[in-house]
Nanobody, 113 residues
Framework: QVQLVESGGGLAQVGGSLRLSCAAP????????MGWYRQVSGNQRELVAT???????EYGDSVKGRFTISRDNTMNTVYLQMDNLKPEDTAVYFC???????WGRGIQVTVSS
């Protein structure tokens, strides 16, 4: 496993923005695909966004056009910029590493209407 630490969550208003950060060990972000997932209590964990080492991104249908995943290889950090937030974005967000069972602890995002 790789140690991943999420930060940047919290409370936002509808239409607002938040940026999540995922700090990883050195060279991990630059060397492997990374991603973000989210989970509402009682539901399955769902894909939010992924990014490859070459910068190719993929997004879940519900966040396309609103969320942007990026990485800073020097800082070994993956970001999730969340814009135009909706109440249905409320969830615990998890940073996903490249290996099996490679997850951060999760961070709460709450969007209030």
């Amino acid at each position: 496993q790789v140690q991943l630490v999420e930060s940047g969550g919290g409370l936002a208003q509808v239409g607002g923005s938040l940026r999540l950060s995922c700090a990883a060990p050195r060279k991990i972000v630059s060397s492997y695909p990374m991603g973000w997932y989210r989970q509402v209590s009682g539901n399955q964990r769902e894909l939010v966004a992924t990014i490859t080492t070459s910068g190719v991104t993929e997004y879940g249908d519900s966040v396309k056009g609103r969320f942007t995943i990026s990485r800073d290889n020097t800082m070994n950090t993956v970001y999730l910029q969340m814009d135009n937030l909706k109440p249905e974005d409320t969830a615990v967000y998890f940073c996903k590493g490249p290996f099996i069972n490679s997850w951060g602890r999760g961070i709460q995002v709450t969007v209030s209407s």
